[in-house]
């Protein structure tokens, strides 16, 4: 790839959807952690209020890609309604056990019932440098 097609890529935003459930934390994670910049990725997250919406916004070209339940990539994948295009599955993100777990080390009194998190993990949480290639 030339240089002038790189860069023009890494300024064009990926519109990645997703519907506001547990699934979504890898992605709210990785865009409020930076670490989406990190990789050169220009990402902007865009919440839809259903698993049809999904469905609908990819097929018409409304987001780039999406984190989403499995039958939407076979439904779309095989024309299994009206709608069929092309679709691809590089990540799985969860195996339907989704949780949210803080360790009892954590201190409650600042942490509460999850309002405290943001600001605990701003204070003491260091992003260790990606090993990964």
């Known amino acids: ?8 890529r890494k300024n064009q935003s990926i519109r990645l959807g ?7 934390a890898p992605l709210a994670v990785a865009q ?5 910049e990190k990789h050169g990725l220009n990402v902007s997250l865009h ?9 609908d916004s990819l097929f018409y070209g409304d987001l780039d890609a999406a984190q989403s339940i499995a039958g939407i990539a076979f439904a779309l994948g095989f024309g299994l309604t009206d ?29 509460g019932n999850g309002f405290g998190l943001k600001a605990y993990l701003a204070r003491h949480w260091k992003l260790a440098p990606c090993s990964c290639h």
């Open 1 to 8: 790839m030339r240089s002038s097609q790189t860069n023009h």
């Open 18 to 24: 997703y519907v506001a459930l547990n699934d979504c």
């Open 32 to 36: 409020e952690a930076g670490i989406f």
């Open 47 to 55: 919440r839809q209020i259903g698993w049809s919406t999904i469905r």
């Open 83 to 111: 709608l069929r295009c092309e679709v691809s599955v590089p990540l799985i993100l969860n195996l339907h056990g989704n949780a949210i777990t803080l360790s009892s080390d954590l201190p409650h009194e600042e942490i």
